[in-house]
């Protein structure tokens, strides 16, 4: 950064910027606190192992937000000042400015690198994102057979479609509750343990919606209200110990940062240690030392005036880079991270500042709520048209592997768990278990079977990943009805009507990469490790040996070779303007290749019957990524694409063959 910008936004004289947005004393270490918020955001975006709960900043920020809106709508209520449009007038003011400029960017960027399909979806996100309906929209698309998160360059704005939802909902009752002279404390605790029972409700049934539902986060902004109220009508409450109040949020806030991560049941009772820091810092007083040397401090205050132009932009420079480069470097990440701190200042200057305070008068937020309407627009009309992008002529795939079957299911839950069941009327059915990497022959075998009569019936019973070794467990929450849906399967395997059974799922993910483990008495083994492996061959080996002896006869299905240049979304297309697919010979991991050998000799030692892709897609260690006349054989790094699977998988036909 140019030292002259530095002295420029280090000399800004912040309280009379405050001020035109906010009302009341002008605290410096609440933007300090800001800084901290959304520094963490980004730094975990970037760098998620090295801050493993930087997203708890956003907890952070709806703290602030529910201290200074009640704080604000309190104060005007008690002077007579109150207005519900001069309210929505400072909100357009403070918001559209720079969402506007984000949207249009992050459009225009979109039409050059996306494909198709992408370029659709991103119209239905921006124009989600302009009515402050994102998080609605994530919360209806979460889950396994979600596109990755890292794909959306919107997605961070579920957090203030909740904060815009929240505004548009409080001050209307407050004003409520003001005129009937009802206890607006009494009010905020009441809606602030409602909303956190239903969080908590959430994250156990429903983990999408605890994280993206305004009902289960309400509380979060509550606990900044109730606050407010506290520190105007009884601040004796929090008179004494600002020093210790200051550093055992700072505390809780740090220890945040480092212990939460994404595989906890958050927001859940984890999301209490970030709003309870920010609740104590903020009660702690602007000349607490924590808030007076540190949060208070010229670059700290800074940081906190570029925070939500700077929030606007980080998300989407960083997905992008996913999008383009598929892996970005360390040294590209700090790259990318000093240009989203430099377009949240060039933002802060000309665009936010330029319409802050009352100037224009009314003519400002109708020319802004205009431009947003226009993005509105412009976003429907590229979902709702099929407009194309500048790749139009490159079509990557546009289904998953879970898109069929989620047509054929009424009921179908957000990973894919289910038993799926094509012409089970027949004397004989064929069982297959397992996850994903099942669920991408499903359109094969349901076509096979429907269209000879003489095939057996199929039965398909799967969750996205989930792994069909007893005893094998993962915590993530997504998995934690898999368990009930494997022995489930494996207790129909019994059925006399069923005479053969097909065991598969991503091995390579499940032995790997992912945080598996194989449990039993007690003791817990990573099969990451080869006590776990073992301990897991074993049981699945156990498992083929009892359904043969039972008399059926056992397929055992091996993993594809996942890597991350399948993924024709990588494809370097996206940056040439004359391109096509063209296949490229990749090489498969010698860690791949030697658990391939393991199951292979797994399934002549049981005299369990191989289904291999292998062959069909690699020759010896090298794996094409496209057909000859240039169709995608993946439809991202591990799953094949539909729409070759439909024609090319035959390899999977003998399971139902008569």
């Known amino acids: 950064m140019p030292p002259n910008l530095t002295e420029r936004i280090l000399s800004i004289h912040t309280k009379d910027i405050i001020k035109s947005i906010h009302s009341g004393k002008y605290r410096p270490d609440i933007?300090?606190?800001?800084?901290?918020?959304?520094?963490?955001?980004?730094?975990?975006?970037?760098?998620p192992k090295f801050l493993p709960g930087g997203f708890i900043g956003v907890d952070i920020f709806f703290v602030i937000s529910g201290?200074?809106?009640?704080?604000?709508?309190?104060?005007?209520?008690?002077?007579?000042?109150?207005?519900?449009?001069?309210?929505?007038?400072?909100?357009?003011?403070?918001?559209?400015?720079?969402?506007?400029?984000v949207l249009?960017?992050?459009?225009?960027?979109?039409?050059?690198?996306?494909?198709?399909?992408?370029?659709?979806?991103?119209?239905?996100?921006?124009?989600?994102?302009?009515?402050?309906?994102?998080?609605?929209?994530?919360?209806?698309?979460?889950g396994y057979f979600d596109r990755a998160s890292n794909h959306k360059p919107l997605l961070h704005l579920w957090s203030l479609a909740i904060e815009e939802q929240f505004y548009i909902f409080w001050p209307v009752m407050m004003l409520v509750l003001w005129r009937y002279k009802i206890s607006f404390l009494f009010i905020i605790i009441v809606l602030g343990a409602t909303s956190f029972a239903v969080n908590i409700s959430d994250i156990a049934d429903d983990p999408a919606a605890a994280y993206y539902s305004p009902f289960g986060r309400f509380w979060e902004l509550m606990i900044g209200g109730a606050l407010a109220y506290i520190q105007l009508y009884k601040p004796s409450i929090l008179a004494e110990q600002k020093e210790l109040q200051s550093a055992f949020g700072m505390g809780l806030i740090v220890i945040g940062l480092v212990v939460i991560d994404p595989d906890r049941n958050f927001p859940g009772f984890w999301a209490i240690m970030p709003t309870l820091g920010a609740f104590l810092l903020i009660s702690g007083g602007q000349h607490a030392n924590v808030n007076r040397k540190l949060l208070s401090s010229p670059m700290m205050v800074w940081g906190g005036l570029i925070s939500y132009p700077l929030y606007l932009w980080h998300w989407p420079i960083f997905s992008y880079a996913y999008i383009v480069l598929k892996t970005p470097t360390s040294l590209q990440k700090i790259v990318l991270m000093l240009l989203a701190v430099m377009l949240g200042i060039l933002t802060f200057f000309f665009i936010e500042r330029p319409f802050r305070g009352r100037g224009g008068g009314s003519r400002i937020p109708q020319a802004l709520i205009a431009a947003m309407t226009a993005v509105l627009g412009i976003g429907a009309t590229i979902y709702l048209t099929d407009a194309n992008p500048r790749l139009y002529n490159y079509d990557a795939p546009s289904k998953t592997?879970?898109?069929?079957?989620?047509?054929?299911?009424?009921?179908?839950?957000?990973?894919?768990?289910?038993?799926?069941?094509?012409?089970?009327?027949?004397?004989?059915?064929?069982?297959?278990?397992?996850?994903?990497?099942?669920?991408?022959?499903?359109?094969?075998?349901?076509?096979?079977?429907?269209?000879?009569?003489?095939?057996?019936?199929?039965?398909?019973?799967i969750g996205g990943g989930c792994i069909p070794i007893s005893n094998v467990f993962s915590d993530d929450i997504r998995r934690k009805d898999c368990w009930e849906l494997r022995d489930l399967a494996f207790k129909r395997a019994s059925e006399e009507r069923i005479k053969r059974v097909l065991i598969g799922g991503s091995w390579n993910l499940y032995f790997l990469e992912g945080d598996y483990e194989f449990r039993k008495s007690g003791n817990k083994m990573s099969l990451k490790t080869h006590d776990g492996k073992a301990a897991a061959m074993k049981r699945l080996e156990k498992q083929i040996k009892e359904l043969i002896a039972s008399g059926k006869e056992v397929f055992l299905l091996i993993a594809n070779p996942i890597n991350a240049d399948f993924d024709p979304s990588a494809s370097k297309i996206r940056l040439l303007q004359n391109h096509r697919f063209e296949n490229q010979a990749i090489k498969i991991d010698q860690g791949q290749l030697d658990l391939r050998k393991d199951f292979l000799t797994l399934a002549q030692r049981t005299g369990a019957v191989v289904i291999d892709p292998l062959p069909e897609v690699c020759n010896a260690d090298r794996c094409n990524t496209t057909t000859a006349d240039g169709m995608p054989i993946y439809v991202d790094d591990s799953h094949f694409n539909p729409e070759w699977a439909i024609d090319h998988t035959g390899f999977i036909d003998g399971v139902t063959a008569p």
Do not use: M
């Open 67 to 101: 201290y200074l809106i009640t704080g604000i709508l309190i104060s005007n209520l008690n002077a007579g000042k109150f207005s519900i449009l001069h309210f929505y007038d400072r909100r357009v003011r403070r918001i559209f400015p720079a969402l506007v400029t």
């Open 31 to 47: 933007d300090g606190l800001r800084a901290l918020a959304v520094f963490s955001v980004v730094i975990y975006h970037a760098f």
């Open 104 to 142: 249009l960017a992050t459009l225009g960027f979109a039409w050059y690198v996306l494909f198709r399909p992408e370029f659709w979806i991103l119209g239905k996100h921006v124009a989600a994102s302009t009515l402050f309906a994102e998080n609605i929209l994530l919360w209806s698309e979460d």
């Open 401 to 461: 592997e879970w898109d069929y079957l989620r047509s054929q299911a009424n009921d179908f839950d957000s990973n894919g768990n289910g038993v799926y069941e094509f012409n089970t009327n027949r004397d004989k059915l064929a069982l297959f278990i397992g996850d994903s990497q099942i669920a991408q022959y499903a359109e094969r075998i349901a076509s096979q079977v429907e269209t000879d009569p003489k095939r057996f019936g199929a039965i398909i019973a």
